[in-house]
């Protein structure tokens, strides 16, 4: 099947820097879009950015002008480049990836990573 695996999160001082990358494995055939989102305790999962293939990256307005959004097919790998950190970025942050299967390429499906803890915090 498909698995993705976060990397980078941690604790951070305000006005600090993380970089989170997301690696995508398993039969994928291509992948369509790949992003991260971001939960709160206490609040629901939130888009913070994404990018389509071949396509302009999008940003939560809360993010823009800090966060940056890449990727890699060749490594099937998106990273989040998060500078100016603030406290309220504090979240557990998910990668999501909707892509399609060796098995199914007639069908677009959605997978989510385990999610990765960043804390920005003095």
């Known amino acids: 099947q498909v698995q993705l695996v976060e990397s980078g999160g941690g604790l951070v001082q305000p006005g600090g820097s993380l970089r989170l990358s997301c690696t995508a494995s398993g039969s994928i055939f291509s992948i369509s879009v790949m992003g991260w989102f971001r939960q709160a305790p206490g609040k629901q999962r939130e888009l913070v950015a994404r990018?389509?293939?071949?396509?302009?990256?999008t940003y939560a307005d809360s993010v823009k002008g800090r966060f940056t959004i890449s990727r890699d097919n060749a490594k099937n790998t998106v990273y989040l480049q998060m500078n100016s950190l603030k406290p309220e970025d504090t979240a557990v942050y998910y990668c999501n990836a909707v892509l399609r299967t060796h098995q199914s390429l007639g069908t677009l499906s959605n997978y989510w990573g385990p999610g990765t803890q960043v804390t920005v915090s003095s």
């Open positions: 990018i389509i293939d071949g396509g302009t990256p």
